[in-house]
């Protein structure tokens, strides 16, 4: 079988499992600012608007590559109307692997020689805190951060190569390990156990990042704050910015722009710790 062949067998077997369609996605970054994103085919092929999210279809493969052999990562997820019956659980110890091989209702992708995703396919649609609670409740010690976004995952795509720097290079390249028939039977889970989950849950306001921020010669810089933990540095700088009253999207955009290493982060997960970092400086500022 050809390279070509796996990837479009990978294709058919994920899209099965998903609920026979799949969005594929495309990550870059904008090399001026490091703002990362992930964009469709459709729209990479400069489709109508209205298309940019329609289900894959195998020649979308192409373009997929091309972007796969300039650097670029390629995930997948299920299509809008069937991601309430899937959770993505990601970070995967061994130690589940060995438990659920035989259960059903289980996808597992290799995402690196070491990293492990899977896809749960549920016997019921579920809400944001359902998701949270099977994650978090089942699959403890997974990628917990996952959890509080549940909605819309992307998980790796089987048959590309995995592009982080870390692994350059030798590019390990993402397969499916195992699929299993029939679906994973979600106990009910009570109005109760959800409204802990629900507060926990809740989406803290969006911020605008701005690619082309022109830096304040009276503003501080985030290198007056180092220390020798990334997540207290970022705190101390955007402390400093919320003390001189700077507003919440101009502290969000400096430190984007002022933190050099998140080339192995997705964007999603950048954006919520910059929202949860800032807004934690303002709310400290506040009180």
Known sequence: ????????????DIERFLGGSIVLGIHGYVKDSSRQYVVTPAKRNNESADQWNRPAVITDLHICRDANSRGQDIFVRPTAENEAFFILIDDIPDSYINAEYDKPGRLLVASSATGRQMWLKCNRALNREEKIFVSETFYKGCDSSAARAPGQRNGRCPGFFNKKPKYAPTFPVASIIWATEGVYEVPE??????????????????????????FKANLPRRSDYLTDNE?????RFCLALARRKVQRDEIATMLHAERTNWETKGFDYIERYIIKTVDKAINLVNQ
């Open 231 to 235: 997540s207290v540095t970022d705190f």
């Open 1 to 12: 079988m050809t390279f070509t062949e796996k990837q479009e067998k990978y294709f058919t």
């Open 189 to 214: 889970i009570s109005e109760e156990d959800q409204a802990p989950l629900r507060k926990k849950a809740d989406i803290a306001l969006p911020v605008k990042i701005s690619a082309d921020y022109v």
